[in-house]
């Protein structure tokens, strides 16, 4: 069997296989119980300075590592293998749709929502989650598409009921432009390049035989015809740019409506097209990738509706089926990305033609990923509103709020991950829209609205231990709707209300409170906040006394700076996390329009994220950017319309697994 060198990446198949064709030296037959790598038991002396024969797994340090496990008498590494994991869902299922760019920056196009409506839907995709854009000029399905998120391009497809289609739009990040018209009208056709420069190759067509072999090359404003692929075919699929193409897989004339399945391939030089090497039947699918690293996925590989789980990758001379395939099965699907990183979305499903809205990503090496999602957790004892929260994802405490009757409660629970149990002991003083700092055994509460005493305004601060309330010093301006994060001992209360909205910011030391000479540039209250002490913090959203904002503030100790707004205005939403990375959920526009959103900080910007299942607002939220809590709130058209529901935010995981290494 050859000699093993000590680095083996190169020596690792896409599907997690050992290939040792260029190996060289030997391993004792008796150590060996078969051709599988799995049964060696023992390794030559000869070996022993080549690959490491360890108890247990190592930790990772780099692809490609080997070891001998001895426990499980195994060779074992951290292989790069392709894998597809779920992805944030689209907002509109969909299918005949098309995709450019990357696969954390992408563009879902057109489509068709069944039954059998072209859509102008576009949605732009940032690795988690799609945001709705602005919609095609003209609806069309089963188009061309190249470029990337900010410079984009969809052309030909067609349209219910209008038919096969010769147009182009552009794409610049935010708005679509029609440019061009293209020789042959057609749908279904293999599309790649760039905005400035693409290919348009085979398709559908609506005379003749059905299928085309036509090619036209595009340079930003005008079509050309070029020379003609080899043999015609229609749902076909691409990679590439230009001048170095790829076109694959799709169905060819014949017997039957769908023809004949294709597993040709032929590459594209920029001047003309030659036969490589076939590739697995495979058609109404996507191609990723470029003329020598390609991906092609989803589609059919036989008639009716035989939607094909398989993935295959290219690499310049030969295809290889990946084990990898999407837990949905689907055809007439949109994609972006490259033969590492790859997005697929929306498409058909069966029972045909029931469009989808599932996304999911692949990805070629030793990580693997689940998606970011909100899961539910445990329903409150208490229905309550406008409460406060401190901890973790797994160790939280709720206090006060308003109750369905709207009075104001002390009520404090505590979560334990699982399940919320009620504290026999609650606040000392009722109130809802306390401001909220610390963990489940070190809370702060403070400020908050104490209606129906008068003044309302509450100035009231109390430390929570875990077990009770204990209260002290009292703030200098009472206030209701404030915002406010940090620690026990470190925590910043800012703007609100008392009967005017405020600027001003108290800072406490564990004992006192202070006024800073800081103040907010926007005097608003009812938003969310996020920090972990009372020298950074980070304020966002909230109502200004006219109008719902969108706008953001840093705190560093000093003084209050504007960043970037969120990119939903909202008010009585919340937020958890630090300065730095944080969390906004939920919100609403307006008396009584709850919200589903959520949006990630990163320190500089927003991004989307995927929607909670309840909406609501004036709720609590807990937690990090990556493990939080979303409880409670209101939503006017449900009943009831106070809630106890609990979501549990969890950011996209990250994972790395030793896998057995395997013969090719």
């Not at 709705?132 to 969809?154: E, F, M, R, Y």
């Not at 601060?461 to 994060?485: D, I, L, P, Q």
């Amino acid at each position: 069997m050859g000699s093993i060198k000590r680095s083996l990446a190169n020596n690792i198949t896409t599907g997690g296989k050992f290939d040792a064709t260029d190996l060289s030296g030997s391993i004792p037959s008796s150590n060996v119980a078969n051709d599988s790598l799995t049964n060696i038991t023992t390794f030559s002396p000869a070996l022993g300075d080549t690959i490491e024969a360890v108890a247990t797994d190592p930790a990772y340090t780099a692809d490609g590592s080997v070891w001998y496990n001895t426990t499980s008498g195994t060779l074992k590494g951290y292989l790069p293998v392709g894998a597809w994991s779920a992805g944030g869902n689209l907002n509109t299922a969909r299918y005949g749709l098309v995709g450019f760019g990357t696969q954390s920056a992408s563009i879902s196009a057109g489509g068709n929502t069944p039954p059998n409506t072209t859509s102008g839907a576009v949605e732009a995709y940032n690795g988690i989650a799609w945001t709705s854009v602005s919609s095609l000029p003209a609806i069309k399905q089963d188009a061309g598409s190249a470029g990337t998120q900010t410079a984009g391009l969809t052309f030909l497809g067609n349209s219910n009921p209008v038919g096969y289609l010769t147009s182009t739009e552009k794409w610049n990040g935010s708005a679509w432009t029609s440019s061009g018209t293209a020789n042959t009208a057609r749908s279904n056709l293999a599309g790649f390049g760039i905005q400035t420069a693409a290919l348009a190759a085979g398709g559908n067509i609506p005379a003749g035989i059905g299928r085309t072999t036509a090619t036209e090359s595009y340079n930003g404003t005008s079509w050309t015809s070029v020379n003609s692929m080899n043999t015609a075919r229609g749902f076909i699929m691409g990679a590439g740019l230009q001048t170095a193409g790829l076109a694959f897989g799709g169905n060819s004339p014949g017997g039957g409506p769908l023809a004949t399945i294709s597993i040709l391939t032929e590459s594209w030089n920029g001047t003309s097209w030659t036969n490589v090497n076939n590739c697995s039947p495979q058609w109404s699918g996507v191609g990723t990738g470029s003329q020598t690293a390609a991906l092609g996925f989803g589609g059919d590989y036989a008639p009716p509706n035989g939607f094909t789980p398989v993935t295959q990758s290219y690499n310049g001379t030969s295809w290889t089926t990946n084990s990898g395939s999407l837990a949905t099965i689907r055809d007439s699907l949109g994609g972006a990305g490259s033969q590492t990183a790859s997005v697929a979305f929306g498409g058909g499903s069966t029972p045909a033609p029931a469009g989808t809205n599932a996304t999911e990503e692949w990805n070629l090496g030793v990580y693997s990923y689940s998606a970011a999602a909100w899961a539910s957790g445990g329903n409150l004892n208490t229905q309550r509103a406008v409460m406060g929260a401190a901890g973790t994802q797994t160790a939280t405490v709720a206090f006060g709020g308003e109750t369905a009757s709207n009075t104001v409660v002390g009520t404090t629970e505590l979560y334990n991950g699982t399940a919320w149990t009620s504290n026999p002991t609650g606040m000392n003083t009722s109130r809802d829209t306390p401001v909220s700092a610390g963990t489940q055994t070190a809370a702060l509460a403070a400020s908050g609205d104490v209606v129906p005493t008068s003044p309302r305004y509450s100035v009231a601060t109390e430390k929570f231990n875990g077990t009770t309330w204990t209260s002290v010093n009292n703030m200098s301006t009472g206030r209701y709707g404030a915002f406010g994060a940090g620690i026990q001992t470190a925590a910043f209360v800012t703007g609100g209300y008392d009967g005017n909205y405020l600027t001003s910011t108290e800072l406490y030391n564990g004992t006192n409170w202070t006024t800073s000479p800081a103040t907010l540039n926007t005097a608003r209250g009812g938003g969310g906040s996020a920090g972990a002490s009372n020298t950074a913090g980070l304020i966002f959203g909230g109502y200004t006394g006219t109008a719902v904002t969108n706008v953001t503030e840093s705190y560093n100790g000093t003084s209050w700076t504007n960043v970037n707004s969120m990119n939903t205005s909202r008010s009585n939403l919340t937020g958890f996390g630090i300065q730095t990375a944080a969390i906004a959920a939920g919100g609403d526009l307006g008396p009584g329009a709850g919200l589903v959103n959520s949006e990630n900080w990163n320190g500089t910007s927003w991004t989307n994220l995927p929607s909670m299942a309840y909406a609501r607002y004036v709720l609590g939220g807990s937690g990090t950017n990556t493990a939080g809590l979303a409880i409670g709130g209101v939503r006017d058209s449900d009943s009831p319309q106070y809630r106890t529901n609990t979501e549990e935010w969890t950011g996209e995981v990250e994972s790395v697994t030793a896998r057995t290494v395997t013969t090719s």
